[in-house]
């Protein structure tokens, strides 16, 4: 949820109704480290989202869109995408909804998407989208975005604060359960 919430338009944590059963963004070390990485990239992200709620101000479009608002003939978004969102235009976001999944199919849409942890430009031609293969480990969600100054900046500040790395040594597997014993 963490992974999610950092590009949306409120980023927070709590304890829930029952804390004694639920994991909590401070509950141990492994998860106060994703808190803390989690909410740079909310924090870094500050000023596009400024820029978003403007929009939505003045010319009433939520901050958090489905992509449908962005491609209208795309029937895929009509059907079968239920979790893909976008935050403004510019962003598009596959969550990982499933434990385990280290690399992922996902679809986006038409035009040009950078991934957010590699670089790796998709050049998406015609009205509709198309499947990539994408490494998405913990961590490092399908996250995609449009080319310009405004989130070259916010990619840059990434790499800057070691949150991006492009040079990736194999992560060793964490194994954690979601609800306290």
Request: with cysteine; charged share 25%.
């Amino acid at each position: 949820w963490m992974e999610m919430n950092a590009f949306t338009a409120l980023f927070r944590t709590h304890d829930g109704e029952t804390p004694d059963e639920t994991v909590s963004g401070y509950g141990d070390k492994y998860l106060l480290k994703a808190l803390a990485r989690w909410s740079t990239v909310y924090a870094t992200l500050a000023e596009y989202r400024i820029r978003i709620f403007n929009e939505a101000s003045f010319r009433g479009y939520p901050v958090v869109r489905h992509p449908v608002l962005h491609f209208p003939s795309d029937e895929q978004f009509m059907t079968e995408d239920a979790f893909s969102f976008m935050l403004g235009d510019s962003i598009y976001i596959a969550p990982i909804m499933k434990c385990g999944v280290v690399k992922t199919k996902t679809y986006i849409p038409a035009g040009r998407w950078i991934h957010l942890w590699s670089d790796s430009v998709y050049d998406i031609y015609g009205d509709t989208g198309s499947c990539v293969e994408v490494q998405a480990p913990l961590g490092e969600p399908p996250v995609f975005y449009k080319q310009c100054e405004e989130l070259n900046l916010v990619v840059s500040k990434l790499k800057q604060k070691g949150i991006i790395c492009l040079e990736k040594t194999p992560p060793k597997p964490k194994r954690f359960s979601l609800l306290k014993k």
